[in-house]
């Protein structure tokens, strides 16, 4: 019975925190604590592994060049955007990311902003991040 209810508790936060993020991309139920692309990289608690980068893709055509992984943040990681994103950003410095740059633009409701990183070799990264209403999907990619 104790088994039931923590099941159906977890699937009612999983449903509740995470169906809007599900409209930018389809996450699975498995919590993401590593980058599988560089496993120095920590994400903070919140985010999901997402199934396809696609969805990101199409809003960033010029991270075609990228081996991609993608990301959702559900619940109130997703409510605290900009945290959440310093959060990002302070794992991979402390892998080895260092910001060079970004840019960020509004296109129909959604923020779009690409971070622009070199690892300690010099060589080029990008972090992708999506923010609509309480939706914050990312994508983590390094150069093919």
Do not use: C
């Not at 997402?50 to 943040?73: D, H, I, K, N, Q």
């Not at 779009?112 to 990312?138: F, I, P, Q, W």
């Amino acid at each position: 019975m104790v088994k039931l209810k923590v099941l159906a508790l977890v699937l009612s936060l999983l449903g509740a925190g995470g169906a809007l993020a599900q409209t930018l991309v389809e996450v699975t139920t498995v919590v993401a604590t590593l980058s599988s692309l560089d496993p120095a990289v920590r994400l903070p608690s919140g985010t999901y592994k997402a199934r396809s980068p696609e969805p990101l893709l199409s809003r960033f055509p010029e991270a075609r060049g990228y081996a991609l992984e993608a990301f959702a943040a559900k619940g109130i990681a997703s409510r605290l955007h900009a945290a959440f994103v310093q959060q990002v950003l302070t794992a991979f410095a402390a892998a080895g990311y260092f910001l060079e740059g970004q840019e960020e633009k509004v296109v129909e409701g959604e923020v779009r902003t690409k971070y622009v990183l070199k690892d300690s070799l010099g060589r080029a990264a990008l972090l992708l991040v999506v923010r609509k209403g309480d939706e914050l999907v990312y994508a983590f990619g390094k150069k093919k």
